[in-house]
């Protein structure tokens, strides 16, 4: 099993906010999409830039009405919590497959969601873009943690709230479902057997 971390397992707040907020995009375009598509996200989340480098971009980016500083603090607090359920979930879970993330995610929240969440011990492994200089949707990156697991694709499940990113993992071979939030997930788990 392949969870993404935030809409899947992790609620996470602001993104959708702030990408609205601003002036530099394409008000027509899907929130999440938008983010994950943003230049100054990308270089973030795959470990190029600072926090503070981000904030700096990410306004600018988006033509944001706030200080980087400003910014940065506000995103400090956009992780919400689990998903009611999550960790009953995962125990359910854990006897019957390995349990690993794929998060396209940054050094500001991933120590959050280790302090307060503890989501690191409640998986086998993480893979998050950051540290690995890579990230989702690129098709190779989904090969890459196939090839870190050491198990074919075709025997992993990915479950993510992007289309995007679950257009790339059933690129990579990968059985890939979309849901967000608690209910969503484990009806996904409900259809494959494992709940």
Not at 34 to 51: D, I, K, R
Not at 132 to 152: H, I, N, W
Not at 158 to 171: E, K, S, T, W
């Amino acid at each position: 099993m392949l969870f993404d971390l935030g809409g899947v397992l992790v609620e996470i707040g602001g993104v959708v906010e702030t990408i609205r907020r601003g002036r530099g995009g394409d008000s027509k375009k899907d929130p999440w999409e938008a983010w994950l598509q943003s230049p100054a996200v990308f270089q973030w989340e795959t470990g190029q830039t600072s926090n503070e480098e981000f904030a700096r971009d990410i306004v600018a980016e988006l033509q944001l009405d706030r200080s980087p500083e400003a910014f940065l603090s506000d995103c400090a607090t956009w992780v919400l919590g689990l998903f009611p359920g999550t960790e009953e979930m995962l125990a359910d879970l854990r006897p019957q497959v390995s349990l690993a993330c794929l998060s396209n995610t940054n050094g500001l929240h991933w120590p959050i969601i280790q302090r307060d969440l503890g989501l690191d011990k409640k998986l086998d492994r993480c893979f998050l873009s950051y540290q690995l200089g890579r990230g989702k949707p690129d098709e190779a990156t989904f090969s890459f943690v196939a090839d870190q697991l050491e198990c074919a694709p075709n025997k992993i499940l990915f479950i993510d709230d992007n289309r995007l990113n679950v257009a790339g993992a059933q690129a990579a071979g990968m059985q890939a479902e979309r849901a967000f939030g608690g209910e969503a997930v484990r009806a996904v788990l409900h259809s494959k057997g494992l709940l």
